[in-house]
């Protein structure tokens, strides 16, 4: 089956706009063309699509999914290079999630340290405050 600009957009969330572009930067390739020149898409691209996408969410940028399409248009015999690229941004992923891990602990420390404040079981203190100030009642 083949589907309009306007159908590939709702079926991948993209915006017409988006494909448009990534369309015009070459990272669709082998987009068929209807007889008014229309771009028009068959299965394999709206999971190509969806694919880049998922790279895009991944923090990939337009310059790298170049490369990763080239290789992919090589064939098999690109694949250990294309594993390279894959492992290099899952770390990349996996460094922000322990980040945000992080983060997630100073916040729970800090919502911890203002719910004892709140209940009176420890007096507040700021490291911003030139003095130790109570919390009033």
């Known amino acids: 089956m083949l589907y309009t600009m306007k159908q590939a957009c709702e079926l991948t969330g993209m ?6 572009f990534y369309c015009n930067e ?9 007889e008014n020149n229309h771009r028009m898409f068959d299965d394999r691209d709206i999971a190509w699509i969806k694919s880049l996408l998922c790279l895009r969410d991944c923090g990939m ?14 064939g098999a015999g690109s694949i250990p290079e294309r594993k390279v690229i894959l492992e290099a941004r899952k770390a990349e992923i996996l460094s922000q999630i322990r980040a945000l891990e992080e983060n997630i602990k100073y916040i729970d420390a800090k919502q911890e340290f203002y719910d004892d404040v709140l209940a ?4 507040y203190f700021s490291n911003i405050l030139p003095c130790s100030c109570s919390v009033e009642a």
């Open 120 to 123: 009176g079981k420890k007096e």
């Open 15 to 20: 915006t017409y706009q988006g494909l448009k």
């Open 61 to 74: 940028g337009i310059k790298d999914m170049k490369e990763y399409i080239r290789l992919c248009l090589m």
């Open 26 to 34: 070459g990272l669709v390739p082998n987009v068929k063309r209807a």
